[in-house]
């Protein structure tokens, strides 16, 4: 006989594999959203400061894509809202080593310059709204 802990976890597992499919969603946004930062704001007023821009602009486009994706998700709790804000920055964080690392060819100094918070890295903040997205956007089905 399964108890209800072991009955919720295995409820899970969909919320998770439907998480992945809207961050997929999430990341072809955000790869838009960093080519148009690099044509257009870039040029402007620097990397690093676009960068910092893009934080803000990037988090508004997030919670757009869980607005959009919020019934679709079925997430039944607090929990599972939290679940998949986690998946969603796991996925997010490990996307951007490894394209930046592999494809872009950035050191580790410029990746981690956009998680240092001391020195003007807001990437720590995006990835928080990221976090609780599933959970903010989750008050519109009521």
């Not at 990341?27 to 704001?41: D, K, P, S």
């Not at 620097?46 to 997030?62: H, K, Q, Y």
């Not at 039944?76 to 998949?84: F, K």
């Not at 990746?111 to 020195?119: A, G, K, R």
């Amino acid at each position: 006989m399964m108890n209800y802990a072991t009955t919720y976890q295995a409820n899970w597992l969909p919320v998770i594999l439907r998480a992945i499919e809207v961050w997929l969603v999430i990341a072809v946004v955000e790869v838009i959203h960093g080519i148009a930062r690099v044509a257009f704001l870039q040029p402007l007023i620097g990397d690093f400061p676009a960068r910092r821009i893009a934080v803000f602009s990037g988090s508004l486009l997030i919670l757009a894509v869980a607005l959009l994706f919020r019934r679709w998700l079925e997430a039944a709790s607090r929990v599972d809202y939290l679940l998949v804000g986690g998946v969603w920055v796991a996925l997010t964080i490990g996307f951007e080593v490894l394209i930046g690392r592999l494809v872009l060819g950035l050191s580790w100094e410029r990746i981690f310059s956009d998680y240092d918070v001391l020195n003007g890295g807001l990437m720590p903040l995006g990835l928080l709204v990221m976090f609780f997205a599933p959970l903010i956007v989750s008050r519109f089905n009521r």
